[in-house]
């Protein structure tokens, strides 16, 4: 069998990163591409009659190896996600040269979100994370939508604390629809907030990580750091504050529009959710798909939507979010309420 040179490397040391431990990353690459790339020693080949009989995807494997390859050599130090990210994106492009600019030009000027208490830097990791936090410097609401495992509200957690850390605001609120995922709240001991915080597990991991668990469990005894169920917010005005509501695709439209009118000065709303993962009743609108329709036009408002690119989970979950959406789309066309599959 005939091999085709796609990739030839300069020294030892690029080669064994661009390889990674026990060739992990060529195992990466080639699952994605769903071909066979064969190693030897200071190159990569692929069989010739790829080239032949696929010109299509051999320019397109090539392209994604130099890319990879021209970031390695820059200094960056690329991660299985980070391998996976790069390839989707490349995958769907139509212009190769645009995603190539894109890719490398956010990988060398990666943004900082926030140093945790551990010092450890919390980063954006895909192109939509960073238009998310983009977003979030200019604007006052922000509607962030997509699937699980894309970093919408770990995000969003990530950047209010470091705004409170700033002082910029005196307070985050953070705070999501009491609406069942196919459980029963009643049947939770304790009062609305105490049957919600399960829900909110998530979120609390996220403090403790950001800031530690002790400084948290002051700030919220303090009142700086608020969790609580969204009838919570009825009545209020929210200055001074970074207010996230979580899960979103659960409420209502009344409640979306109560919760958005709480808006005081100087603050920020960031409002997350997946119109895909429903759980109001039949025929109920959800909420946040009628508000990012109604004020996508308005100065001040960003709506982010993420994708199964944007994926930060085993690249088996970005498959399995591929499958429902495909019938998802079945569904919609077929005039079917989204509430009533998922």
């Known amino acids: 069998m005939a091999f085709q040179t796609i990739l030839q490397f300069e020294n030892i040391d690029i080669e064994k990163k661009f390889l990674g431990p026990n060739n992990r990353n060529m195992q990466v690459i080639s699952s994605q591409l769903n071909i066979k790339l064969n190693h030897i020693s200071g190159f990569i080949t692929i069989d010739k009659e790829l080239q032949e009989n696929n010109l299509e995807l051999f320019l397109k494997t090539k392209r994604i190896l130099e890319t990879i390859f021209w970031l390695i050599k820059n200094g960056i130090n690329l991660e299985e996600r980070d391998l996976v990210h790069i390839i989707m994106l490349f995958k769907d492009s139509i212009n190769?040269?645009?995603?190539?600019?894109?890719?490398k030009n956010f990988y060398l000027n990666k943004k900082i979100i926030l140093n945790t208490f551990e010092s450890k830097q919390i980063i954006v990791r895909t192109l939509t994370q960073k238009l998310y936090i983009d977003?979030?410097?200019v604007a006052n609401i922000i509607f962030v939508t997509g699937p699980a495992g894309t970093g919408k509200t770990y995000l969003a957690v990530a950047y209010a604390v470091n705004c409170l850390k700033k002082n910029t605001i005196k307070k985050i609120i953070i705070t999501r629809p009491a609406v069942e995922a196919g459980e029963k709240l009643g049947f939770l001991p304790g009062d609305l907030k105490e049957k919600v915080d399960p829900y909110l597990i998530p979120i609390y991991d996220a403090l403790y990580e950001f800031m530690g668990k002790e400084t948290i469990d002051k700030l919220i005894e303090k009142g700086v750091i608020e969790i609580a169920p969204l009838a919570y917010m009825r009545g209020r005005t929210l200055d001074n504050a970074f207010i996230i509501l979580d899960e979103a695709q659960n409420t209502t439209t009344k409640q979306m529009k109560m919760f958005i009118t709480r808006l005081g000065f100087h603050s920020k709303m960031v409002i997350t959710g997946d119109i895909?993962?429903?759980d109001l009743p039949h025929q109920v609108q959800s909420g946040l798909f009628e508000s990012t329709q109604i004020l996508k036009d308005i100065e001040g408002i960003k709506h982010i939507q993420f994708t199964k690119y944007d994926v930060?989970?085993?690249?088996?979950?970005s498959k399995i979010i591929e499958r429902y959406e495909e019938v998802y789309d079945k569904k919609?066309?077929?005039g079917q309420s989204n509430s009533s599959w998922f």
């Open 312 to 317: 930060m989970r085993h690249p088996l979950v």
């Open 96 to 103: 190769e040269d645009i995603i190539d600019d894109q890719i």
């Open 135 to 137: 977003a979030l410097d």
């Open 332 to 334: 919609q066309c077929s």
């Open 276 to 278: 895909t993962q429903v």
